[in-house]
Nanobody
Framework: QVQLVESGGGLVQPGGSLRLSCAASGIIFSISRMGWYRQAPGKQRELVARITSDGTTYYADSVKDRFTISRDNAKNTVYLQMNSLKPEDTAVYYC?????????WGQGTQVTVSS
């Protein structure tokens, strides 16, 4: 059974930083592609960042040079370091993986950027 558990969300002021974590189980983490998505109220869920098993990363243009995705295969955990946060980064952030034609999602963690 695949489980993804996010943590690290919260309220932060504009310009601040947060680090999200996603602990995975039920998958062979070291060979799994992992991603972070987000969904703001009234908007579609969008890909924020992705990291492959060999460490290749992809970022949405809106977060390039501000967010960093990384993974620790020993801990079966993927991270999203978010710096220089903006109000438009406010959303529920979801961890994602794709196994055998199936997408799996975490429960989401709320990130609110506001003064």
């Amino acid at each position: 059974q695949v489980q993804l558990v996010e943590s690290g969300g919260g309220l932060v002021q504009p310009g601040g930083s947060l680090r999200l974590s996603c602990a995975a189980s039920g998958i062979i983490f070291s060979i799994s592609r992992m991603g972070w998505y987000r969904q703001a109220p009234g908007k579609q869920r969008e890909l924020v960042a992705r990291i492959t098993s060999d460490g290749t990363t992809y970022y949405a243009d809106s977060v390039k040079d501000r967010f960093t995705i990384s993974r620790d295969n020993a801990k079966n955990t993927v991270y999203l370091q978010m710096n220089s946060l903006k109000p438009e980064d406010t959303a529920v952030y979801y961890c994602n993986t794709y196994v055998s034609t199936t997408n799996y999602w975490g429960q989401g963690t709320q990130v609110t950027v506001s003064s």
